[in-house]
């Protein structure tokens, strides 16, 4: 069963995702500068995890209940790896989220609400994007296999450019603003453009929402064909891939003071996106089980972590 989603079942979740954003930006203080603390950071990550595992939770109880257990179990457990490939993949994000902040020396109380627009943005990109894809494996099968090498290449790439820090300063988007637009020199609060003389001007935050975005559309490239190794599925690959986006936020700012403590998780995504792309290739000749990848997935992301711990422990020497 390649599609499970009905109409009412889409329609829900999507009004869903609209009600959390809406409930972020206008009912949470989505339009006033604030730091958002490690505490508060924290608290998010866990509620968008325990949604993300609510909904999985539903959506096998439904299906138990309307086309039996065998299909409920396979559906639940390819969301589950989905999110979790997906999750572990937007972690890559943050490091540039890192690195476009610093470039631009963003206030951490106006961080907040340009992720924000980041993330409602990057909502309806993959929203187009999956929808696309889904299309093209339904239409044309072989494009899985052109996934799959474009995988390999994508992560044997990351693992020789993990070092690489991007000079953004020759990013081409960046480069084109900048000769085509008029940027104000500071900031004028969260405004993302101000009037000057009766001109209007475009402030350094438009240029960092803009990267965000671009940003997102580089890392969708990747990550969407990765979860087409999972599930053919378009709610499956919808639901999950939006339920990682939206927990992105609360992650970077729960992992921005420590992210240099994490410098080899980038190795082991690279790895994860490695093998993602072997098993569509192997696919006509073994088909792993989703339970299988989602342990594979697991190992290599979790070693990744550890070895990143104990490399940045501290010594104790004074």
Not at 47 to 62: D, E, M, T
Not at 77 to 95: P, Q, R
Not at 205 to 218: G, H, K, P, S
Request: aromatic letters at 14%; a neutral charge.
């Amino acid at each position: 069963m390649n599609n499970i989603g009905e109409p009412w079942m889409w329609a829900g979740f999507i009004a869903f995702v609209i009600a959390m954003v809406a409930l972020d930006m206008f009912a949470l203080g989505g339009n006033k500068p604030r730091r958002v603390g490690v505490k508060e950071a924290a608290a998010w990550s866990a509620l968008w995890f325990c949604l993300a595992l609510a909904f999985n939770g539903l959506l096998w109880w439904h299906l138990d209940g309307s086309v039996g257990r065998e299909i409920a179990d396979q559906k639940a457990i390819e969301f589950l790896t989905g999110y979790v490939i997906e999750k572990s993949l937007s972690v890559d994000n943050i490091f540039v989220f890192l690195l476009v902040f610093g470039y631009f020396a963003v206030p951490p109380e106006y961080q907040r609400r340009v992720l924000l627009y980041g993330v409602f943005g990057a909502i309806v990109m993959r929203a187009i994007m999956i929808l696309a894809g889904a299309w093209l494996v339904r239409e044309f099968a072989w494009v899985l296999y052109l996934f799959g090498f474009f995988l390999v290449v994508t992560g044997i790439r990351m693992l020789v450019m993990a070092e690489h820090e991007p000079d953004l300063a020759k990013n081409p988007v960046l480069r084109w603003l900048r000769g085509h637009l008029r940027i104000t020199e500071q900031y004028h609060g969260e405004k993302f453009s101000a009037v000057k003389d009766g001109v209007r001007w475009f402030t350094p935050m438009f240029l960092v929402l803009v990267l965000i975005e671009a940003t997102d559309l580089v890392f969708a490239v990747d990550s969407i064909p990765a979860i087409f190794a999972i599930t053919t599925d378009p709610f499956i690959v919808f639901t999950s891939n939006i339920f990682a986006i939206l927990g992105l936020r609360a992650l970077y700012f729960l992992l921005a003071d420590m992210a240099d403590r994490f410098h080899l998780l980038k190795y082991g995504l690279a790895m994860v996106l490695t093998f993602i792309g072997a098993k569509m290739l192997i696919a006509p000749w073994y088909h792993m089980p989703t339970a299988a990848s989602l342990a594979v997935v697991a190992i290599i992301l979790s070693a990744s972590v550890v070895a990143s711990l104990v490399a940045t422990r501290p010594t104790g020497k004074g």
